[in-house]
């Protein structure tokens, strides 16, 4: 149990990290993009993505939040499935990270 909670702390640790960069992205864009309107057809799409990465580690901890749910709520442990959550949280981190 303690493994787990060392890789949802370094999941939740991922997902902040991630946001606020992006975040960070976002607004500069944002400015950069309120000079003209080609501006922002020259970046529009690359702002999308930025969204979407926000979405994704909103997904994220929504599941994080579950897993932690049910942990709490479950004497048994986790499931097969709440496994396969954390292993694809974990996952997305790590090629998030590698794509950076």
Not at 5 to 33: G, H, P, Q, S, V
């Amino acid at each position: 149990m303690k493994k787990l909670e060392e890789y949802i702390e370094k999941a939740t640790t991922n997902i902040r990290e991630d946001r606020a960069a992006t975040k960070t992205l976002l607004m500069n864009l944002l400015k950069f993009m309120q000079i003209s309107d080609e501006r922002h057809k020259e970046v529009g799409l690359i702002a999308a993505k930025y969204l979407e990465t926000l979405q994704r580690s909103n997904e994220q901890l929504v599941k994080i939040a579950a897993l932690v749910s049910r942990k709490e709520t479950s004497a048994t442990g986790l499931s097969d499935d709440d496994r396969k959550d954390l292993f694809d949280i974990i996952n997305n981190n790590k090629d998030q990270i590698e794509e950076e």
